[in-house]
């Protein structure tokens, strides 16, 4: 079995190539909950929906978001009702008050449709109706996403990280952001001063997880902070890391990033934007697999290749190198 840490687009990325190396029936993905938001009162779970659609085969690869081909109806007339009624276009948080009313899953992170800020296909909306309804109902989180695994037909099994609220909160000059307004309206322009992952402190790791961090550990190319901080923030996943095998792939080139916002917010958070602060911040890491053209000299095993993955051949190129860096520490 192995276990690979989710978010964003890096992981879902290197997932798309690697049944070959990795039988996805003793795979177990986890994945990132940190960044999702309650949006018009439905639960849209980002990083667990692109494992979701990319393993299923329906993920639009262009955006690495939401369902290819999907319509947008509901969101343009969503806009168009916003516009015509006087409201401008953007993030509309609810009330402060209103942040922690309701069910604790949505605590710190409730926007209105209003203006709605994300764009949200037809399809995709439907995913994310279906999910509330069932939280509504009284499953978890965990026993949701293993109905829409089911309904999806994926072959791996995927986790949330934890049934419990964990938000990612973009401190700037001008007050506290969560991270979507922060990418997603803003385009990762505001200047960051810190990156709080609010509510982890009080929230678990689910059994499931807790059971999958016993097995071997791939971290993938996601952001090390915004993708993979909410889970490590979790309490017990730091130890839990340390005591099992972890090779991880970074998303850099010495100090060149792919892309994203993973450069401001390791600056940010206190950590050198590059292969090395990567490395110093994965302390529990036994192995690197780096980019042919990174010269980075670390402690640790490295195994090198050409990381950039833009198909699903190149996904297992980066898989073949990931399997051997863990046979190197297994």
Known sequence: MTTFLSGGTG?????????????????????????????GGSLVCPDLDTVLYSQAGGLDRERWWGIAGDSTETHDELLELSHAAGFEAGPRYLPPERQ??????????????VGEFMLIGDRDRAVHT????????????????????????????????????????IHTPNGEIHFQEFWVARGGEPEVRDVEFRGSADAAA???????????????????????????????????????PVIAIS???????????????MRATGAAASTAGLAASYDFADAFVLDTDDE?????????????????????????AAREALDRVV
């Open 296 to 320: 980075t000299e670390l402690s640790r095993p490295v195994v090198r290749t050409d990381t950039e993955m833009n198909a699903r051949e190149d996904a297992a190129r980066v898989t073949r």
């Open 11 to 39: 992981t879902p990325k290197l997932l798309w190539g690697s049944s070959e190396e990795f039988d996805p029936a003793e795979t177990t993905v986890i994945g990132n909950t940190g960044d999702d938001v309650f949006l």
């Open 251 to 265: 998303p850099f080139i010495e100090d060149r990033l792919f892309s994203g916002p993973a450069a401001k917010l």
């Open 130 to 169: 279906f999910r509330t309804s069932l939280l509504d109902e009284g499953y978890t989180l965990t026993e949701v996403t293993d109905r829409l695994a089911r309904a999806f037909g994926l072959d791996v099994s995927l986790l949330p990280m934890s049934d419990d609220p964990v938000a990612s909160i």
């Open 100 to 113: 922690t009313e309701g069910p604790d899953l949505a605590s710190w992170r409730r926007f209105s449709s």
């Open 206 to 244: 689910t059994e499931a997880v807790r059971e999958a961090f016993a097995e071997p550990v791939v971290i993938g190319p996601s952001n090390p902070v915004t993708s993979i901080g909410p889970m490590r923030a979790l309490p017990g996943v730091e130890a839990a890391l340390a005591e099992t």
